[in-house]
T-cell receptor, first 117, second 111 residues
């Protein structure tokens, strides 16, 4: 079964509004989660690392004031796209690591399709 | 900067044929993962390779990690329509957990 969930699965919003996307780890705690963005027919691009109890770390070129990340608890990270514009329309996916066999395995959520009109 | 080069970008084959997808980089990764992604869904992990020269088999799928831990390949034997999907390789960066994805290979297997 799924170990990482996302909500909502898809959202349509008007340009200029803000949208919050939730990422939850199911039955395990995640001090770190990762947020990715995937444009049509392209691969996943890492946006930021969400850290429980501290600030998120953003990849180069990702605006931290536009993509607000809050790791409120050990099972929840939220990504808020502020003042969304049509170019923000994309597939947003989160992942969380689970210890496996001496290392870690990244499990991905089902993704959130955002369409900004 | 795309650190991982995947080839080919697209592959269309008949059921029963074999196929190989390549993932190459100039960088060394601590580990490399292969994922399959269906449209509108998140990637699903197929395998993680860690040791240079490692070979892992998952039913009809065979994964190899290069000796220098810079490249990898995925070979599917006797492909089936259910193998259709986007195959992604991803190298683990530092700090641990950050993944650098390749551009993906879209595989289509027709009956």
């Amino acid at each position: 079964g799924a170990v990482v969930s996302q909500h909502p699965s898809r959202v349509i919003c008007k340009s200029g509004t803000s949208v919050k996307i939730e990422c939850r780890s199911l039955d395990f705690q995640a001090t770190t989660m990762f947020w990715y963005r995937q444009f049509p027919k392209q691969s996943l691009m890492l946006m930021a690392t969400s850290n429980e109890g501290s600030k998120a770390t953003y990849e180069q070129g990702v605006e931290k004031d536009k993509f607000l990340i809050n790791h409120a608890s050990l099972t929840l990270s939220t990504l808020t796209v502020t003042s969304a514009h049509p170019e923000d329309s994309s597939f947003y996916i989160c992942s969380a690591p689970i210890p496996r066999g001496g290392g870690e395995t990244q499990y991905f959520g089902p993704g959130t399709r955002l369409l900004v009109l | 900067t795309q650190l991982l080069e995947q080839s080919p970008q697209f592959l269309s084959i008949q059921e029963g044929e074999n196929l190989t997808v390549y993932c190459n980089s100039s960088s060394v990764f601590s580990s490399l993962q292969w994922y399959r992604q269906e449209p509108g869904e998140g990637p699903v992990l197929l395998v993680t390779v860690v040791t240079g020269g490692e070979v892992k088999k998952l039913k009809r799928l065979t994964f190899q990690f290069g000796d220098a831990r810079k490249d990898s390949s995925l070979h599917i034997t006797a492909a089936q329509p259910g193998d259709t999907g986007l195959y992604l390789c991803a190298g683990e960066r530092v700090p641990r957990g950050k993944l650098q994805f390749g551009a993906g290979t879209q595989v289509v297997v027709t009956p």
